[in-house]
T-cell receptor, first 115, second 114 residues
C-alpha cells in the first residue's frame, strides 16, 4: 500500500519570494510521483510528474520538483511566486504497475501568496 | 480542447434523497474515476471503471454506487443522501495503458445535504 503526507496544510508567502511545498511518501513498490494544482473553483490539473531519469523535473508555470529516493520525498519549489500561484497543491503517487490512473493523494497544501 | 464535464457544479439535496452526479469525457478514455475532496483529507477514491459496464470499489465506496453504460459517461449515485456526504465530488479520466499519464479532472460538483 502507498501513502502520501504533505507536511504543511497552509503556506503563506509574499509575492516574488521563493517557496517549497513538502511531500513525503511511503510505498513498498516503486511509484510514479505527481504534483497537481487546483485553482479556486476549478478541477485539478497536472503541474509536473516524475517517471524516471533525472531526479529534477520541471513543470508548468516555473515550478520544479526533486525526487529523493533515500528520503522518499518529492518537494515542489518555485524561486519566485506570483499572486496567480495562489491555489491548493496536491502531491500524489501511483504504482508503476497495476491500475492506470489510480492515484493516492496527499492532504493538500494551500499556497497563499500575499502582495 | 480536451474536457471532462460534470453536469452540476452545485447541488443542494435533502437527507434521504437519491442523487445522481453525471460525468462525461470527450477524450475516448477507457478509465474513469470518482473522487471525494474534503478539507484536510485530500482526495479519496470512491469508485473507478476501466471499461463499459465495469466498476471497482475504491477506498470509500460505502453509501455510493456507480454506472457506466457508455464509454464516455460515468455516473455516481447516492442512493439515500446523508449529511456526511456533503462534499466536493471530482470526476477524472485517463487513457488506458498509461500508468504515468495525466489524469484529467472535471471542475467538480459541490453537494450539500441538508
Amino acid at each position: 500500500a502507498q501513502s502520501v503526507t504533505q507536511l504543511d496544510s497552509q503556506v503563506p508567502v509574499f509575492e516574488e519570494a521563493p517557496v517549497e511545498l513538502r511531500c513525503n511518501y511511503s510505498s513498498s513498490v516503486s511509484v510514479y510521483l505527481f504534483w497537481y494544482v487546483q485553482y479556486p473553483n476549478q478541477g485539478l490539473q497536472l503541474l509536473l510528474k516524475y517517471l524516471s531519469g533525472s531526479t529534477l523535473v520541471k513543470g508548468i508555470n516555473g515550478f520544479e520538483a526533486e525526487f529523493n529516493k533515500s528520503q522518499t520525498s518529492f518537494h515542489l519549489r518555485k524561486p519566485s511566486v506570483h499572486i496567480s500561484d495562489t491555489a491548493e497543491y496536491f502531491c500524489a503517487v501511483s504504482p508503476l504497475s497495476g491500475n492506470t490512473g489510480k492515484l493516492i493523494f496527499g492532504q493538500g497544501t494551500t499556497l497563499q501568496v500575499k502582495p | 480542447d480536451v474536457k471532462v464535464t460534470q453536469s452540476s457544479r452545485y447541488l443542494v439535496k435533502r437527507t434521504g434523497e437519491k442523487v445522481f452526479l453525471e460525468c462525461v469525457q470527450d477524450m475516448d478514455h477507457e478509465n474513469m474515476f470518482w473522487y471525494r475532496q474534503d478539507p484536510g483529507l485530500g482526495l479519496r477514491l470512491i469508485y473507478f471503471s476501466y471499461d463499459v459496464k465495469m466498476k471497482e470499489k475504491g477506498d470509500i465506496p460505502e453509501g455510493y454506487s456507480v454506472s457506466r453504460e457508455k464509454k464516455e459517461r460515468f455516473s455516481l449515485i447516492l442512493e439515500s443522501a446523508s449529511t456526511n456526504q456533503t462534499s466536493m465530488y471530482l470526476c477524472a479520466s485517463i487513457a488506458g495503458g498509461s500508468p504515468g499519464g495525466e489524469l484529467f479532472f472535471g471542475e467538480g460538483s459541490r453537494l450539500t445535504v441538508l
